[in-house]
């Protein structure tokens, strides 16, 4: 079965659409931003030169998407997959930021509830990597079920290697976390 890794998709708050070279402007405009990069990694990304080597890993990765605030129409920040692996049935998501006026509201969770969703009608698990720095990322992954399984020495994409601490969601227990959050509402 084919797994499209750039469809687009959309709910009430969040459209994701394919990452194109043409969205650099826009979306360096977000990721200009030195304190969406405090806790992680390469702190430096802020920085145009290492920006567009970041951006040139996302467009290669043929995963990434630019997302768009429907109310508004604006880039708000990227995500993309990652490692897809059909034999084990696992993908990653990650190397997600946003703009942070968006922190702590629920556009992080309607992107990831986007992803997660297309990513399971294709794989069992999903897995994110998450430097060991990043409280914010972790505490945010947490929220939506992930469960810690280890870390490990990772390069990101032209970049530097860091320490990553790696969470997994698995198939079985996302359609748990949807239910127990539905009832919750």
Do not use: C
């Amino acid at each position: 079965m084919y797994f499209d890794l750039q469809p687009t998709l959309g709910n009430e708050l969040v459209k994701l659409v394919p990452l194109r070279v043409e969205d650099l402007k826009s979306l360096y405009q977000v990721a200009s931003d030195p304190l969406i990069w405090e806790q992680h990694p390469n702190k430096n990304r802020y920085q145009q030169d290492i920006f567009e080597k970041f951006f040139k890993g996302a467009i290669e990765s043929n995963g990434a998407f630019l997302v768009i605030d429907n109310e508004n129409e604006e880039v708000i920040g990227s995500s993309r997959y990652y490692e897809y692996d059909p034999g084990k049935k696992s993908i990653a998501v990650g190397y997600t930021f946003l703009a942070r006026n968006y922190w702590g509201t629920a556009y992080n969770m309607a992107m990831k509830i986007l992803m997660l969703d297309h990513a399971f009608k294709f794989a069992d698990t999903v897995n994110f990597h998450i430097g060991a720095k990043n409280i914010r990322s972790q505490k945010a992954i947490e929220k939506l079920g992930a469960v810690k399984i280890g870390h490990e020495d990772r390069k990101s994409s032209n970049e530097n290697n860091s320490l990553d601490y790696v969470y997994t969601i698995n198939k079985n227990t996302w359609g748990k976390i949807l239910l127990q959050d539905m009832n919750n509402l």
